[in-house]
């Protein structure tokens, strides 16, 4: 399955969800990206999910070596958003669900 293929099927998964809105058409980084009370919790860039989640998970994902803090192409490393290796073990629904779970929180 490719990373779109996953990252729709996400989608299809998390729309049931009270307040998740669906991926925009358009470009930019907030275009296809799953929302929650207008803010942002997942996203698939450059074939990566991406997920906001506490700066201390994301420390501990990252020292895992389950991916690396998602920097947006301005050269500086997101504290709270986390890109995970494409090739990884970890569950890209847990993910977003946990990520879902920190933006609802905020």
Request: hydrophobic fraction near 40%.
């Amino acid at each position: 399955m490719t990373p779109q293929e996953r990252f729709e099927a996400l989608v299809g998964e998390l729309l049931g969800i009270e307040g998740v809105t669906p991926p925009e058409t358009g470009r930019g980084f907030g275009s296809a990206a799953l929302r929650t009370g207008g803010k942002i919790f997942a996203v698939l860039a450059d074939g990566r999910l991406v997920v906001k989640l506490p700066h201390q998970r994301v420390d501990d994902l990252v020292e895992a070596g389950c991916g690396v803090r998602f920097d947006a192409g301005k050269g500086r490393p997101m504290k709270e958003w986390f890109s995970l290796d494409p090739d990884g073990e970890l569950s890209w629904t847990a993910l977003a669900r946990e990520a879902l779970a920190f933006v609802d929180t905020r």
